[in-house]
């Protein structure tokens, strides 16, 4: 039965459920816009690269270069995207 | 078909390494079209046109349901693939059966929160933020729905044929899917409910 348990996957498991308790302090306690979205970037950023390393096993194929590569480069797209839109449209420069 | 038994029965062929990177270009492509509507939903997010607001729709309690149903089964799809390296059948299909129950708790109580946001006088035509949040929030939750369907198609293949190079990499790339699922999840309640709710 241990065996079905491995300690990587469940203290992943707790660290995600700890990251969201974080998050949601932003809700339970009175704090600045800013303080808040810092929490919600890290916390973010930190439990989606936990998935991709301990839960999707990114680092163990033999393509992980590609797949890494893949990866970052979709994130980089996500990220001009979003903040180039706000950048453009909301912000107003 | 050559079988390299020194690896995981999912990666054990050059189809199923093909395969694996090939959905990891797909999950790239994914992650793009999640940007686009992350950045529509910024954009118009504050445009309520005088129907509710964000900071008036969402509920604390149900969005910890859904992120707790949501973490937990990408938890036992991560076991499920565990077992399968261990080569325990029974194990693995009962991880993945808990997996989909819990993705079926998630779609329903997303259901349940859209019907609320009717109610509350928000649907899709209401404002350009209840347009944006409908369209992220349900293309999510569409994934999430298409994934039961394919989830129970891989379990009948587990059950008939076991563990084969074919149905091991099925399994492992539903996996990739469902954990990407959930990732995008945490953005939404992120940027979405949290970010809103503040």
Same mark, same amino acid.
């Given at each position: ?8 996957? #469940? ?32 916390? %973010?950023?930190?439990? %989606?690269?936990?998935?991709?390393? #301990?839960?999707?096993? %990114? ?8 797949? &890494?590569?893949?990866?970052? &480069?979709? #994130? ?16 107003? &420069? | ?8 029965? +999912?990666? =054990? ?16 492509? +994914? ?29 604390? =309690? ?10 937990? =089964? ?41 019907? +609320?946001?009717?109610? +509350? ?56 899917? @469902? ?5 995008? @999840? ?13």
């Amino acid at each position: 039965m241990r065996e079905l348990f491995p300690a990587k996957q #469940v203290i992943g498991f707790a660290t995600s459920l700890v990251l969201t308790v974080i998050a949601l302090l932003v809700y339970f306690i009175d704090m600045s816009f800013q303080v808040g979205m810092i929490i919600l970037l890290i916390t %973010a950023f930190t439990q %989606a690269g936990l998935q991709l390393v #301990v839960f999707m096993h %990114a680092g163990e194929s033999s393509d992980s270069d590609s797949i &890494y590569l893949n990866t970052f &480069y979709g #994130v980089f797209i996500a990220l001009a995207i979003v903040f180039g839109s706000l950048l453009a449209m909301v912000w107003g &420069y | 078909m050559n079988i390299d038994h020194s690896k995981p029965l +999912e990666y =054990s062929t050059e189809t199923n390494d093909m395969n694996i990177v090939g959905f990891w270009v797909f999950i790239g492509a +994914e992650i793009a079209l999640f940007a686009t509507l992350f950045g529509a939903y910024f954009i118009l997010e504050g445009r309520t046109g005088g129907g509710p607001s964000a900071g008036h729709l969402f509920v604390i =309690s149900t969005l910890m349901i859904q992120t707790f149903v949501l973490l937990t =089964s990408s938890f036992t799809i991560g076991l499920a693939v565990n077992a399968m390296r261990l080569g325990r059948k029974g194990a693995t299909i009962g991880l993945f059966l808990i997996t989909l129950i819990l993705g079926l708790g998630f779609v329903g109580v997303e259901i349940y929160e859209f019907y +609320e946001y009717v109610h +509350e006088g928000l649907n899709l035509q209401t404002s350009a933020f209840s347009a944006a949040l409908f369209t992220l929030l349900g293309t999510h939750g569409a994934h999430v729905s298409f994934g039961l369907f394919w989830g129970v198609a891989i379990i009948i293949q587990l059950v008939k044929r076991g563990f084969t190079p074919a149905t091991a990499n099925k399994t492992f790339i539903f996996s990739l899917y @469902w954990h990407f699922l959930d990732v995008v @999840w945490i953005f939404i309640f992120s940027f979405v409910y949290l970010k809103g709710m503040m």
